[in-house]
């Protein structure tokens, strides 16, 4: 998983309690992700950040944050969960984000939110 | 209408077959189309990447881009069981901030013994 890491790597936790992701990366890169993946919708991106407290939204957003306080480290919190949230997280991470540079993956966080 | 359509399968092929899984896409600004490979409680792998119509053979894998009719495919010689797995398309444009990936839903496969 590219020097890739996320914990916890499973979490059941009940709506209106906050959670936070978090991702680590060994691999230096500049750019890191996070992903939900749902059935019959596929991944999405929720944000992404291109740099130390460098971050920016993606498609579905709403409900989450995220922080970025060192290069290795991408968090992503739940402020207040809900049921809707229940997913897989997925972190990934990027070099240069341009031309040919591509994105891999982390082994995903399962959250289910009661 | 969702930027990038892929049958979701299941795609249930015996051993041996040949296997041909396929995206389309309407955003003509998608230059870079690569396949993700994504094992069961897995994340998804880079198996593949293109920028230019035509072919790309990696070993058994062959992923093919028609730009003019925004099609692509990946084609799988051989299969054999330990392809069984959930196949990704992903695009992204030349420009625009991050490297962002709009991915299909994913064909889920099935290689029988």
């Known amino acids: 998983d590219a020097g890739i890491t996320q914990s916890p790597r499973h979490k059941v936790t009940e709506t209106g309690t906050p959670v936070t992701l978090r991702c680590h990366q060994t691999?230096?890169?500049?750019?890191m992700y996070w992903y939900r993946q749902d059935p019959g919708h596929g991944l999405r991106l929720i944000h992404y950040s291109y740099g130390v407290k460098d971050t920016d939204k993606g498609e579905v957003s709403d409900g989450y944050s995220v922080s970025r306080s060192k290069t290795e480290d991408f968090l992503l919190t739940l402020e207040s969960a809900t049921s809707s949230q229940t997913s897989v997280y997925f972190c990934?991470?990027?070099?240069?984000?341009?031309?040919?540079?591509?994105?891999?993956f982390g082994p995903g966080t399962r959250l289910t939110v009661l | 209408q969702k930027e990038v359509e892929q049958d979701p399968g299941p795609l249930s092929v015996p051993e041996g077959a040949i296997v041909s899984l396929n995206c389309t896409y309407s955003n003509s600004a998608f230059q870079y189309f690569m396949w993700y490979r994504q094992y069961s409680r897995k994340g998804p792998e880079l198996l593949m990447y293109t920028y230019s119509s035509g072919n790309k053979e990696d070993g058994r894998f062959t992923a093919q881009v028609d730009k003019s009719s925004k099609y692509i495919s990946l084609f799988i010689r051989d299969s054999q069981p330990s392809d069984s797995a959930t196949y990704l398309c992903?695009?992204?444009?030349?420009?625009?901030?991050?490297?962002?990936?709009?991915f299909g839903t994913g064909t889920q496969l099935k290689v029988e013994l």
């Open positions: 992903a695009m992204k444009g030349v420009t625009g901030g991050g490297n962002k990936l709009t």
């Open positions: 990934a991470i990027s070099d240069s984000g341009v031309g040919t540079d591509t994105q891999y």
């Open positions: 691999e230096n890169h500049r750019y």
